[in-house]
């Protein structure tokens, strides 16, 4: 799934905005941090530097789609990637390319 947004700015001129690392590891600590405690809209506003809103609804559509995050019932956004189970698969041989 690509980061990739379409923007225009004043002059109706496509911009291509793709969030920085720097930016998607701050949003991964911070539901690490706050995992299952706050909706999407609440979480944003957690977030330790402001970014715009789209920016991160996009990082989170990528988070999910790596089965980072995922939603419970009532919305909230909860931290569900286990290092220690990656581990386990990712050093089996019979699961390599």
């Given amino acids: 799934m690509a980061l990739k947004q379409e923007f225009k700015n004043e002059r109706g001129i496509k ?46 559509d990528y988070l999910e789609y790596s089965n980072k995050i995922a939603y419970d019932k009532e919305g909230k956004v909860g931290w569900i990637f286990s290092p220690k189970v990656y581990k386990k698969y990712i050093n089996r041989k019979d699961l390599r390319r």
């Fill in 15 to 60: 911009i291509n905005h793709q969030p920085r690392l720097d930016t998607v590891l701050m949003v991964e600590d911070t539901i690490r941090e706050q995992s299952g405690e706050y909706g999407k809209f609440q979480l944003w506003r957690k977030l330790p530097r402001s970014i715009m809103y789209q920016t991160f609804l996009k990082i989170l």
